[in-house]
């Protein structure tokens, strides 16, 4: 191997040695990077802690347990997803501003639930949360009403819980308080809207027209005996109950539960209780 000339090292070993204490000196001029302050600007709404017995009453009110996936859209320094990893869930957090990120992983580790909660760097509109089981928010109404029709589009039964903003028009399914704080809750409902064939044990089939404003149900069922009125028609989730008054002053009582196309459950009516089933047409 041939060797380089002195005059040749000289210069760069001077240089290494000049570069090599300016790098030091660098680094230790440069500013840490910055803590996240509570009240800072994020990229749709500012960081706000939510309190500890909030959070807490918040997965309470979903029921939080270990066969659920939880997703915290805007997950701040990580607490929600850290206490529903407490409780065995895994969970997920939303968060676009990175140093929030690395705080929520640096306090998951402490918690030791770095295993059970993860965080996403990411924007809550482009992220895919299809899989939760349970949705937690503290953002804004608008922001919860630019989420709704995705929120809508999941499974049924999905418990979306809000630290003191509400959804719009979507009435909440269930309220709560903790530390003078409101929460809300919704259940995400079956998709029912539209014409079903309705089975009632001892009638001819009859068509049954549903209207539905998320869990809230209107319509009539058209039975031999003339239309019935539909009353106290809900859902909670998959879950359907519906009162039909017939022309004669008869009641029925439907439970059921919604099943993609298809509903089926039990009637109850003045001499006792029979099977119902329904198909969408
Ligand atoms: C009011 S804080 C709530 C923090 C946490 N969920 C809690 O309850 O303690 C809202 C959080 O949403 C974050 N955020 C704002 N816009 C966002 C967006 N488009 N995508 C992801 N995170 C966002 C903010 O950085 C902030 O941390």
């Known amino acids: 191997m041939s060797r380089l000339p002195f005059a040749v090292v000289k210069p760069l070993l001077l240089l290494a040695l ?22 800072q600007q994020g990229k749709d709404v500012i960081w706000l802690p939510t309190p500890e017995s909030v959070v807490e009453k918040m997965l309470e009110m979903a029921g939080v347990g270990p066969e659920d996936v939880v997703y915290d859209l ?20 939303v968060e676009f501003d990175p140093a929030l990120v690395a705080l929520s992983e640096r306090f998951a580790k402490t918690a030791g639930v770095a295993d059970k909660a993860r965080f996403i760097h990411g924007d809550i ?29 999941m499974r049924p039964g999905t418990r979306v ?15 709560g308080e903790s530390d003078y704080r409101r929460i809300y ?13 309705l089975t009632l044990p001892g ?16 319509g009539t069922v058209s039975l031999p ?48 209780e029979v099977s119902w089933s329904a198909q969408r047409r």
Do not use: C
């Open 125 to 153: 509109f482009e992220t895919d949360f299809s899989q939760a089981t349970v949705v937690t928010l503290y953002l804004l109404t608008t922001l919860n009403v630019r989420l709704r029709p995705t929120i809508l589009k």
């Open 203 to 218: 009638a001819p089939p009859a068509d049954m027209t549903l209207t539905q404003q998320y869990q809230k149900l209107r």
């Open 74 to 93: 805007g997950s701040g320094d990580g607490r929600t997803v850290i206490a529903a990893a407490h409780r065995g869930a895994r969970a997920y957090g």
């Open 161 to 175: 819980v809000s630290h003191a903003f509400t959804m719009g028009d979507w009435d909440p399914d269930e309220t």
């Open 18 to 39: 000049l570069a090599a204490p300016a790098t030091l000196l660098a680094q230790a001029a440069a500013p840490a990077p910055a803590e996240p302050q509570i009240g």
């Open 225 to 272: 005996s003339g239309a019935a009125e539909l009353r106290d028609a809900s859902l909670r989730g998959n879950a359907i109950r519906l009162t039909l008054a017939g022309g004669d002053g008869s009641l029925r009582e439907l439970t059921g539960t919604v099943d993609g196309d298809r509903m089926q459950g039990t009637a109850k009516t003045g001499s006792g």
């Open 185 to 197: 809750m919704w259940i995400v409902p079956a998709s029912v809207q539209g014409t079903w064939r």
